[in-house]
DNA sequence: GCATATTAGTTACATATGTAACCAATATCA
DNA sequence: TGATATTGGTTACATATGTAACTAATATGC
């Protein structure tokens, strides 16, 4: 095992000496796996919401009347994602959408409240308690510095990959 | 009935209360899936190789001759996942399979000192350079903070899995 | 006003992934 | 030994997801 930063790229790399299991991203990926997966347990198996419907639920909670496109900008997800999205949570009566009459290509969505406020009631303190649970593994000082950690990380990631395109 | 540790808060929510960009679970998988987009950039589109190719790969390198069985606890992928991934890469001669003689059914893997071990020796590297680059956004001490977190959500994130399939 | 470009959103296609059913080899135990 | 259970691994099916092509509405430039 290696000490952090000092092999460089032309050295000789025996691909034995490769150790997935302390890689970042793949432990990244795991925990990440294992949260979501506990996370939707709750909302997928009592109330047949996927991720991506879970995501605009509570993102339309929060901001009534999003379009599709503003709905991409903050769940950071895909279009199409989106777009089946709203298609199945408007055939489960959970959303209702509009139409701008300024711009009839927008769709302004809102939560129903016969429904989809019904759901989000229940599903919102479910995901808040186990974030609640999940953070009482750490003193209050590690999950705020998680959070600093995350978010310097998260600016490098995307700032890398802007980096690798060109 | 409530699994210990995720006492349900009966307060109540609005449902706009509820902060996704700040949510825990939410931030990980957006952290996680740059991170993996940003490594993935370089195996998948040099080397045509999947995340799942890429893992069995590396755990190969470090663990010859490995069953597929084994693949899946050190990789925590499914068998499936797996064996589709084991089937791609003998086709690409990435690895080759034999046949243990006491347990016939036991199929040991291992990378081809051919073509195996020359995309292990370009893909390696280049994932260990993103590591690095991307540990250098955190001072030493972070890492290792980070890494200590890391391992603390997991095993919590585990545990609270656990208690909630009951 | 008309041709073209852009934007909002959906559909089609190919690929990926998980669950369950499955086959083959071995282990268990009466 | 023979019936049953277990294990290693693959296949079938349904579902999910991303890329690219598409429709419809609006904006832009002449």
Same mark, same amino acid.
């Given at each position: ?43 997928q198996q009592q109330h047949r919401l ?9 993102? #339309? ?5 999003? %379009?599709?496109? &503003? /709905?991409? =900008? ?18 489960k ?44 593994? #750490? ?5 705020? %510095?998680?959070? &600093? /950690?995350? =978010? ?15």
């Open positions: 095992m290696e000490p952090d930063g000092l092999k460089t790229t032309f050295e000789n790399q025996p691909s034995g000496a490769f150790d997935l299991e302390h890689f970042l991203p793949y432990r990244l990926s795991l925990l990440s796996n294992t949260v979501s997966e506990g996370i939707a347990q709750f909302y996927s991720v991506p419907e879970w995501r605009v639920m509570v993102v #339309l909670g929060r901001y009534p009347d999003s %379009t599709a496109s &503003q /709905l991409c =900008e903050h769940t950071v997800m895909d279009k199409v994602t989106v777009s089946r999205a709203v298609k199945s949570l408007l055939e009566r959970y959303v209702q959408r509009m139409t701008d009459s300024n711009d009839r290509r927008k769709r302004p969505l809102r939560v129903t409240t016969e429904h989809g406020e019904k759901v989000l009631q229940e599903v919102i303190p479910h995901a808040l308690d186990y974030q609640r649970a999940l953070k009482q593994s #750490l003193s209050h000082s590690e999950v705020k %510095t998680l959070d &600093q /950690l995350m =978010e310097k990380l998260l600016k490098a990631a995307t700032r890398l990959n802007q980096q690798q395109q060109t």
